[in-house]
C-alpha cells in the first residue's frame, strides 16, 4: 500500500504563487508516474499536470493548456517528493488540489483520474484578493 500525502494550500492573491508538495511511501518512489488533479466545486476532477515515468531515470512531463507557462513540475526521488510550483494564479485556479501515484510501469492515460492507483486526501487551494 502506498500512501500519498499532500502539503501547502491555502489562500493567495491572484498573480501570486504557491507550492504544494507530495509525498509519497516506498522504496519504489522513482519508477512511480505522479500527476497533479484539482476539482473545483460542482465540476468533476480535472488534470493539471504529470510527470509520467519512462524508464530509468527519465520522465515526461505534461501539464493542461491553461496551467502552461504558470505551473512547474519537478520532483525529488531522494526524498521521495514531488512539487506543483504554481505562479500567476487566477481565481479560477480556486480548487481542491490532489496528488495520484501510479505505481505500474506500463503506459497509461496521465490525464485520466482512473488510471492512477493511490490519492492524497486533497489539500485547498484559494485564489482571491
Known amino acids: 500500500q502506498v500512501q500519498v500525502v499532500e502539503s501547502g494550500g491555502g489562500l493567495v492573491q491572484p498573480g501570486g504563487s504557491m507550492r504544494l508538495s507530495c509525498t509519497a511511501s516506498?522504496?519504489?518512489?522513482?519508477?512511480?508516474?505522479m500527476g497533479w488533479f484539482r476539482q473545483a466545486p460542482g465540476k468533476e476532477r480535472e488534470f493539471v499536470a504529470t510527470?509520467?515515468?519512462?524508464?530509468?531515470?527519465?520522465?515526461?512531463?505534461d501539464s493542461l493548456n491553461s496551467v502552461k507557462g504558470r505551473f512547474t513540475v519537478s520532483r525529488d526521488n531522494a526524498k521521495n517528493t514531488v512539487n506543483l510550483q504554481m505562479n500567476t494564479l487566477k481565481p479560477e485556479d480556486t480548487a481542491v488540489y490532489y496528488c495520484?501515484?501510479?505505481?505500474?510501469?506500463?503506459?497509461?492515460?496521465?490525464?485520466?483520474?482512473?488510471?492512477?492507483?493511490?490519492w492524497g486526501q486533497g489539500t485547498q487551494v484559494t485564489v482571491s484578493s
Open positions: 495520484a501515484a501510479r505505481t505500474d510501469s506500463g503506459a497509461f492515460n496521465v490525464r485520466l483520474p482512473t488510471e492512477y492507483d493511490y
Open positions: 516506498g522504496r519504489s518512489f522513482p519508477s512511480y508516474s
Open positions: 510527470m509520467r515515468w519512462t524508464g530509468g531515470k527519465t520522465y515526461t512531463l
